[in-house]
């Protein structure tokens, strides 16, 4: 009687060994049940056994159970794709549960002696069908391994990343078959995906879709395919100037004003004059103007606080190429108007808005609008543009027009004050190029209710008070120096002691001064500084320090953080590209900078 569980062990050692291979195929998560089918086909094999006989076939199932068990929890990635252990969650939850409750039920009919072969029947059928099961989900859901997997886009590869790490945390197997398994269209189910612009949305599905050996996605193709803008040429950042052959230029008081020129980098800016130079915020925008040949509409920019140029492309209804235009600041706006190009004049009205560079030509309501003109000069107040005198190609101009800018889309003329109605200027252009003859630097205000019509003289308002310095009319460079009230509608002159005939200069408000630099005395470019007191109504020169750019009109300046910043500008023979900084020092304007009235 020995013999016979001896032999009855041995022949259950070789069934379970002949059924080694098979059970090499299925994953760790069905070895349980796999072992448990390979002892039943075992106990149909060897149906003449004892009791005893099956207590040997149980406790051989009971140790390979443990062993497999401990051998699928080292093997928890299988290498075998086509194994039943790559089932979703819900056939792998399945097959676990129908192998536990039948190695349950086989124990019991074990222990009451009793083999009903129906139930293991059934277990045999219910495991091939969860391996055709398998091999169908399989096909359906896992990706071919020899397929390269499509370069993703880059907003989005962060995102899969993150989404696969998740699905492969230690604790989750589940969550990593099904992952896994799962195409790149049911994977890219994030919040991200929906909120993508449309260009990014089908480039995407077009990587997901790519052919097997394409790399390339939708996006980084038309990325490729459009055309790009060659690199605009760089001024690097001038390198200091060596001290041994810097010029002697004596200290400066803390008190005193000084000299310098700035040193610019960035895009190269063509030598200009008769531009406007207007500040927005820390930009300074410089538009048009010409040089010794022609006429430009360019736009530049320089970074008053780091002193860089650029260009910026601009799109819209640019105006055509100009000089002696004026352009004012309303918000982040500018607004063009007037202006011309050689023998031509204009009255028409652009504006270019600095945040998206974009040109647009207004619409214009009424019947009224001043004639063409150029160098005028114009003024904001109360959301109106002032314009004031000018020259139309036949004679001189001393009217007054406002712009209703209140919208700058819809804009409306009305005329302030009429032009005199006097004779033609003899003006005729020198041989310097500018349009002037010969000045004799008188007085023009004696008698007179308003200034006389003039062009490239300055305005300022200061309050409601508009200030008019200096100017020519084509045959007298000007000295004189008018104040009309917005408010009231009323010309008045100041008379002033000494005075200084200038044309094509600049004046910036400083405090309670007017800086003049520069312009045209009716004799040479003029290259001082002067300071006009708007209390007492004085010329005040004061020293400035430092080496002074050469003497120059028909350029522009432009306050920005207690420094004047001149721009381009013309000396009778060069046009100039240069940027020169007069560093303002506090003494040198800051009496009655606070508060004060003008008393005419």
Known sequence: MASVPTATATATAATTTATAPRDEDDNASRTAASTTGSAVSDSRTHTSSSNRSRTARSQKIAESDSSL?????????????????????????????????????????????????????????????????????KSAYAPSPPQPVPTPVPGFASRRNTDAQSDAQPGSSDGHDAGSRRPLAMRSTSAIAPKASSVAAPSVAASSLAAPGSSVSGSSASRKAAPRRPPAVHTPFPPLQDPSTAADVPAAPSSGMYWSRAPVSGHPQKPVRAHTTTLVGSNVYVFGGC??????????????????????????????????????????????????????????????????????????????????????????????????????????????????????????????????????????SNSNGSDLSASTNTNSTSGATKPRARG??????????????????????????????????????????????????????????????GGHDGDAYADDVLLLNLVTMCWDKRRVYGLPPAGRGYHGAVLHDSRLLVIGGFDGTEVFGDVWVLELAVHAYYSQISHFTIEV
């Open 69 to 137: 068990r401990d051998e699928a929890s080292d093997r928890a990635l299988p290498l075998r794709s086509h194994t039943p252990g790559h089932l979703a969650s819900r056939g792998h939850s399945q097959s676990s549960s129908q192998s536990h409750s039948h190695g349950h039920s086989q124990s019991q009919s074990q222990a009451s002696g009793s083999r009903p072969p129906s139930s293991r029947r059934k277990a045999s059928e219910s495991s091939i069908r969860q391996r055709s099961q398998s091999v169908t989900s």
């Open 291 to 428: 040089d010794s040949r022609t006429c430009f509409n360019d736009l530049y920019v320089l970074d008053a606080d780091a002193f860089h140029w650029s260009a910026p492309r601009v799109t819209g209804d640019a105006p055509i190429p100009l000089r002696a235009m004026t352009c004012t600041a309303v918000g982040r706006k500018l607004v063009i108007f007037g202006g011309g190009d050689g023998p031509a004049y204009y009255n028409d009205v652009y504006v270019l808005d600095t945040t998206n560079f974009r040109w647009s030509k207004p619409t214009i309501y009424g019947d009224q609008a001043p004639s063409a003109r150029r160098a005028h000069t114009a003024c904001l107040y109360k959301g109106g543009i002032y314009i004031f005198g000018g020259g139309d190609g036949v004679r001189a101009l001393n009217d007054i027009w406002r712009l209703d800018v209140t919208d700058t889309n819809k804009m409306s003329w009305r005329l302030i004050s009429m032009s005199n109605k006097s004779v033609p200027s003899t003006a005729h």
């Open 456 to 517: 490239y003289h300055t305005a300022n308002m200061v309050g409601s008070k508009l200030i008019v310095y200096g100017g020519s009319d084509g045959g007298e460079c000007f000295n004189d120096v008018w104040v009309y009230d917005v408010e009231t509608q009323l010309w008045k002159a100041v008379q002033v002691p000494v005075p200084f005939p200038r044309l094509s200069h600049t004046s910036t408000l400083v405090g309670s001064y007017l800086f003049i630099v």
